[in-house]
């Protein structure tokens, strides 16, 4: 049976596209595999912008690190992160990827606080340059290794990431000018937004995956299409790729594959 993490890795892949430029941050396995085999297979073109300040890093196996010294070694060129953001600001920034701590039904994240603000139960390592990144990224791509009620939740406790706010025309009520989330991608499914609420709704579900297993790691009400779709796996050649490039397993790391 291919694992999860090599279905989210496939399907994040085929969410960068040709001739754009992409970021993606640290402690990143799945969205840094996703980059190789897009470069490789599916999105030659495409400009990869890595953590560790390299372009198009080329490496014959995934470090540990996403921030790690080899992707540095064959890179085209080098990019600070204050030019991945200079480059989001004049809108040529055509997707990143982000992970959270949680996400609410409108796509905002969380990764500053569980709790009330002031006192909180837990403090998250924060966000980084998410706020700044979406709020004005042309696309973020949400990815989730272990999707359950507590992360999918009805409302997140701090938005440090904007996703579609109160839903609706809420960013452009505010005035952001990038266009938001365009998917989830988690070990259960994958999701998109409702073009007019915002809401979240499903897309497809995992093979192995039950539609009652997503809901109950939900903790609100999904739209739900009426023809539930299955996640392509990656054909043979993907995942004779996959397998040579990450002999360690990396991109599992902290993925919970929950089928039976």
Known sequence: ???????????????IKNNEI??????????????????????PDATYINVSD????ETEKLPASTADVLLTEKPV?????????????????????LGAAQIDKFGNTNLSVIGDYNKP????????????????????VLWVTNQTNRLFVEKVDFITGQGYLEGRDSRERLGLPGAGPAKIITNLA?????????????????????????????GFELIIPENLKTTDEPEDEIL?????????NVRKIGVKDVRN
Request: hydrophobic share 45%; charged share 20%; aromatic share 10%.
């Open 240 to 248: 004779q790729f996959i397998n040579k490039i990450d002999p360690n």
């Open 77 to 97: 060129a080098f990019c600070n992160l204050y030019d991945a953001f200079d480059l989001a600001q004049r809108g040529k920034l055509g997707m990143i990827f």
């Open 22 to 43: 992409f970021l993606q941050g640290l402690s990143s396995p799945l969205p840094m595999l996703a980059a190789h085999i897009a470069k490789k297979f599916l999105a």
């Open 1 to 15: 049976m291919i694992h999860i993490a090599d279905i989210m890795a496939y399907t994040l892949a085929r969410e």
């Open 54 to 57: 390299s372009i198009d890093p």
């Open 190 to 218: 994958t999701y998109d937004f409702d073009p007019t609420t915002k809401h979240m709704r499903i897309c497809s579900i995992h093979p192995g995956i039950t539609l009652e297993q997503v809901k109950e790691n939900t």
């Open 121 to 140: 139960k837990v403090r998250l390592p924060g966000g980084a340059a998410s706020s700044f990144l979406c709020a004005i990224a042309q696309r973020t």
